[in-house]
């Protein structure tokens, strides 16, 4: 029932088990006088416990595992105080997630420009213009139904990271890079579906060129030899035997 629920989830673990959290809460009615209905949605409450609880082992977070019994409403009762406590240490791990992003964004941006006076500038124009062309790239990801499931994953974590890292002032272009190479790793599928994508990529790094060659830094490339490739090579086809004699 929840496969598709599962390829929605964010890459972030703590983002994928805060969401879980989300659906129980949406499914679950405390207010629910009826112990038939909440009976009915027995097995829902099993399969999203069984899926955070193996969120949780496969990424190493630490939760107490319940002893259910033959009693379906003392399970239920069981259930619903796991999700209430792990949603409460999901979001103080999130919390504490979203400092050190802070810390990092702000360290990356002013720890280089301190020390160093360097620093990429971006203005208010470019901001938006990359932020407007990554939700497009984002967009056209989604829609491209010949890309693996998996490799969407780690486009849409790898734009992720390029967000969070756009800002007036970069000690460096690592997410950029980054992201660039990330995208001729995977991104691949049918050409006609992939073709926005890598338009949209390339005006992002007509964006990025541009302020790299404000600083006076020369690029040995071309922006080609970074864009995924649109084209498939076909096998080559077998000659025709000719019959001898």
């Given at each position: 029932m929840y496969e598709a629920y599962l390829r929605s989830l964010s890459t972030n673990p703590l983002h994928?088990?805060?969401?879980?959290?989300?659906?129980?809460?949406?499914?679950?009615?405390?207010?629910?006088?009826?112990?038939?209905?909440?009976?009915?949605?027995?097995?829902?409450?099993?399969?999203?416990?069984?899926?955070?609880?193996?969120?949780?082992?496969?990424?190493d977070i630490a939760f107490k595992e319940l002893e259910l019994k033959d009693d379906i409403d003392h399970n239920i009762s069981l259930i619903v105080d796991f999700f209430i406590q792990s949603k409460k240490t999901i979001r103080r791990a999130l919390d504490l997630q979203d400092t050190q992003e802070l810390i990092e964004k702000y360290r990356s941006q002013y720890e280089t420009n301190i020390l160093s006076g360097f620093s990429y500038e971006f203005d208010g124009q470019q901001i938006q213009k990359i932020t407007d062309i990554l939700i497009k790239?984002?967009?056209?990801?989604?829609?491209?139904?010949?890309?693996?499931?998996?490799?969407?994953?780690?486009?849409?974590?790898?734009?992720?990271?390029?967000?969070?890292?756009?800002?007036?002032?970069?000690?460096?272009?690592?997410?950029?890079?980054?992201?660039?190479?990330?995208?001729?790793?995977?991104?691949?599928?049918?050409?006609?579906?992939?073709?926005?994508?890598?338009?949209?990529?390339?005006?992002?790094?007509?964006?990025?060129?541009?302020?790299?060659?404000a600083t006076g830094d020369e690029l040995p490339f071309k922006i080609q030899s970074f864009l995924p490739s649109t084209s498939q090579e076909k096998p080559p086809q077998e000659k025709p035997k000719t019959s001898e004699g």
């Open positions: 994928a088990c805060h969401s879980i959290c989300e659906t129980f809460f949406a499914l679950h009615n405390p207010n629910q006088s009826s112990t038939a209905s909440r009976k009915r949605d027995y097995h829902k409450y099993i399969e999203l416990y069984v899926i955070l609880q193996t969120l949780f082992k496969k990424n790239i984002n967009e056209s990801v989604r829609k491209a139904n010949s890309i693996d499931v998996i490799h969407k994953a780690r486009l849409k974590a790898s734009l992720e990271r390029l967000k969070k890292s756009v800002h007036k002032n970069m000690s460096n272009m690592d997410r950029f890079w980054g992201f660039m190479f990330e995208t001729r790793l995977v991104l691949k599928g049918d050409p006609e579906e992939i073709q926005p994508v890598v338009a949209h990529i390339q005006e992002l790094a007509n964006i990025y060129y541009q302020v790299i060659s």
